[in-house]
């Protein structure tokens, strides 16, 4: 786990010095025309080139070198027929399982593997993986940084002032894409079109990219939480129409005939990619967090809402009147983990650090106070550091001070039981990957899933898995996806 902070105010820092810079015309690349821009092309480049560095510090790569070959060599085909083709792109495929995919300005393009598990053939990938480099070409993102950019840093500096607390942990389990995509619904139809025309030039069919709004219609409608992908994109509906619409219309444009979908080549490259939460990377069970990779564990308060960042792991009420954060220090000694900690936060200190010793680990607890001079309210936050593995872990345990006392025992019970993780059977635990079948006989997508020993209440997530519906008829000789450890 990494701490953004410390990456966010040179980010704002530049965006004030674009502002101060003022306005420039520059043409467009895609449209030709002239438009106002707070950003020149090396600018565009240097935020990219700052910024991948934090995403691929939060989510990590996913270590796949098939996928990982797949996305670069498709990527740099796609790069090549685009209206910036001079620009130098760069194609990760991260490590969540959250169903996104984003660009950053400058050429830089992320996949998560959430998103690969649900793409069922090549047509589909190639349709987003255009629709991304389109708002790269198009340069949606030097429009839009200013206010995302800003908008980022009020959200996480927020902390100290809103009035829900529960609402900020829910808000922070999708900040990073948030940052990222959330373009005007201008800009992502016209990242369609330029998916649609990318996607036709490198032979795939495009009207696949028009069925792929379907799967994320069905998975947001039937997964609380997912996906941050389409939030301020058009309806998936609407979007099909479209889509399929223009889809005909390139491909009559280019003379094709035969248009790649390369539907088992691609569930072949796939078979065996991580789906979902990988527990290796922290869970819950019976109130207990659990991290088998850096082998901790602590008691979460009963009835709490976890979310599981990369960068953090937050616990909430349902009444949003507390947060307990969780992270890891950047520095390397409890000493200056505290006085930076009191510093970087301005907190006022209630009572004088204290040394403290969590089941045979030394550590600090602090009591401070953060006050917010806009309606000069006050937060109280309880704060543990504790050194384990040669890191400094740290707990905030905060509230309003009127509520404090009465979510203290939590916290404290919550940080006081942080603890080496020895059993082997908490360890020991593996993620549910793809599994990719052949069909052995005609049914329905729900007969042939009960046959491969899929459990009922399943089905209808593996449909959309698939791409398909229970009812669908499938053929022997098939490929489908199942999940399995």
């Not at 001079?86 to 990760?92: A, D, I, R, S, T």
């Not at 927020?158 to 800009?187: M, N, P, T, W, Y």
């Not at 549910?432 to 009922?456: C, D, H, W, Y």
Request: one cysteine or more; charged letters at 20%; a neutral charge.
């Amino acid at each position: 786990m990494r701490n953004l902070l410390k990456t966010i105010a040179p980010r704002v820092m530049i965006t004030l010095s674009l502002l101060i810079i003022g306005l420039s015309c520059a043409i467009n690349p895609v449209t030709g025309k002239k438009e106002l821009m707070l950003m020149s092309e090396q600018q565009e480049i240097a935020l990219g080139v700052q910024s991948d560095p934090e995403v691929v510090a939060s989510f990590g790569l996913y270590e796949s070198p098939a996928i990982q070959a797949f996305i670069t060599e498709k990527g740099s085909q796609m790069a090549a027929v685009s209206h910036r083709s001079e620009l130098e792109y760069h194609f990760k495929v991260l490590d969540s399982p959250v169903v996104n995919a984003f660009a950053l300005p400058g050429g830089f393009v992320y996949f998560t593997r959430g998103i690969m598990a649900y793409f069922s053939n090549e047509a589909e990938f190639a349709g987003v993986l255009g629709h991304e480099i389109g708002h790269i070409t198009a340069r949606h993102g030097a429009r839009q940084q200013t206010t995302q950019i800003l908008g980022q840093a009020g959200m996480i500096f927020g902390l100290i002032i809103s009035k829900d607390f529960a609402q900020f942990a829910d808000v922070a389990s999708q900040a990073l894409g948030i940052l990222f995509l959330k373009f005007s619904r201008e800009h992502e139809t016209e990242s369609d079109r330029l998916g649609v025309e990318y996607s036709t030039k490198i032979g795939y069919d495009a009207r696949e990219m028009a069925g792929f709004f379907q799967t994320i219609k069905r998975l947001s409608g039937d997964q609380e939480g997912i996906p941050t992908f389409m939030s301020t994109h058009p309806d998936p509906i609407d979007r099909y129409n479209t889509v399929g619409k223009l889809a005909a219309d390139w491909q009559q444009k280019t003379g094709g005939t035969n248009f790649k979908i390369n539907r088992d080549t691609y569930l072949r490259m796939i078979d065996g990619i991580v789906y979902g939460e990988d527990p290796r990377q922290g869970y819950v069970e019976n109130n207990v967090f659990y991290h088998p990779e850096l082998r901790f564990q602590f008691p979460v308060p009963s009835a709490w809402k976890v979310q599981n960042l990369p960068t953090q792991v937050q616990m909430a009420p349902s009444d949003g009147k507390a947060l307990i954060l969780f992270n890891l220090a950047q520095e390397k000694d409890l000493r200056s983990a505290a006085d930076a900690t009191v510093t970087k936060d301005s907190l006022r200190q209630v009572e004088p650090a204290q040394a403290i010793t969590v089941h045979g680990l030394s550590g600090v607890s602090i009591l401070a106070d953060q006050v917010n001079p806009q309606d000069n309210t006050t937060i109280r936050l309880q704060i543990y550091l504790i050194q384990y593995n040669n890191m400094i872990y740290r707990f905030y345990g905060m509230a309003y001070l009127a509520d404090f006392n009465n979510y203290r025992p939590a916290f404290l019970n919550t940080m006081q039981q942080f603890r080496a993780l020895t059993d082997q059977s908490k360890i020991n635990v593996t993620p549910e990957k793809i599994k990719v079948r052949q069909v052995t006989a005609n049914g329905t997508l729900a007969s042939v899933l009960r046959n491969f020993n899929m459990p009922e209440n399943r089905l209808a997530e593996l449909a959309i898995i698939n791409g398909m519906e229970v009812t669908t008829q499938v053929q022997k000789g098939m490929l489908i996806k199942t999940v399995s450890k």
